[in-house]
C-alpha cells in the first residue's frame, strides 16, 4: 500500500496496532505515533518496536484516540471495532486535506464525504482501506 507517490510501499496487515506504525518507521516515515488506551498493550507495541530496532522511530503512547489532536499527522491508522469507526467519523474532520487514513478491520461508511477511498488490500480481519483526505464535507 503506498501513503502517496513519493513514499515507498507499506504492507498493513492488521492484527495488532504495532505492527502498521511499525511497518511505516520501517519505510522511513518520521515520528510514527501509535495511541492506545489499554496500557498492556502500549507496553508490548513499544517492546515490538525495540526489539525490531525502531523503538526510535515508532513510538506508543496511552491515550483515548478522541482525545487526541488529529490536525498534527499526515497519516492515521485506526484500528477498532465497527462501532468504533461509525464513532470516530466525526473527529476524522480534524484532519488536513491530503492526509492519509488508514483503517483496519472496517471500512468508512460509503456516505462518508470527504474521503477518498484510494486502495485496499487483505481479506477478513486483515484488510485495510486507504483513504485520502479530500476536504470537501
Not at 100 to 109: E, H, I, T
Not at 118 to 123: A, L, P, Q
Not at 131 to 136: A, D, E, S
Amino acid at each position: 500500500m503506498n501513503l502517496s507517490e513519493k513514499s515507498p510501499p507499506i504492507k498493513i496487515s492488521c492484527p495488532t496496532l504495532s505492527v502498521p506504525v511499525i511497518e511505516c518507521a520501517r519505510v522511513g516515515h518520521k515520528s510514527c505515533v501509535g495511541v492506545e488506551l489499554n496500557y498492556p498493550l502500549v507496553i508490548a507495541s513499544r517492546f515490538s518496536a525495540w526489539r525490531k530496532g525502531f523503538s526510535n522511530s515508532a513510538n506508543f503512547v496511552r491515550g483515548d484516540i478522541f482525545k487526541t489532536d488529529l490536525s498534527k499527522y499526515n497519516t492515521a491508522i485506526l484500528f477498532g471495532t465497527e462501532s468504533l469507526v461509525d464513532h470516530f467519523a466525526p473527529k476524522l474532520n480534524e484532519m488536513r486535506t491530503d492526509s492519509n487514513l488508514v483503517l483496519c478491520r472496517f471500512p468508512l461508511r460509503s456516505d462518508e464525504s470527504g474521503w477518498e477511498l484510494r486502495h485496499s488490500e487483505g481479506v477478513g480481519c486483515d484488510q485495510a482501506w486507504l483513504y485520502r483526505r479530500t476536504g470537501k464535507q
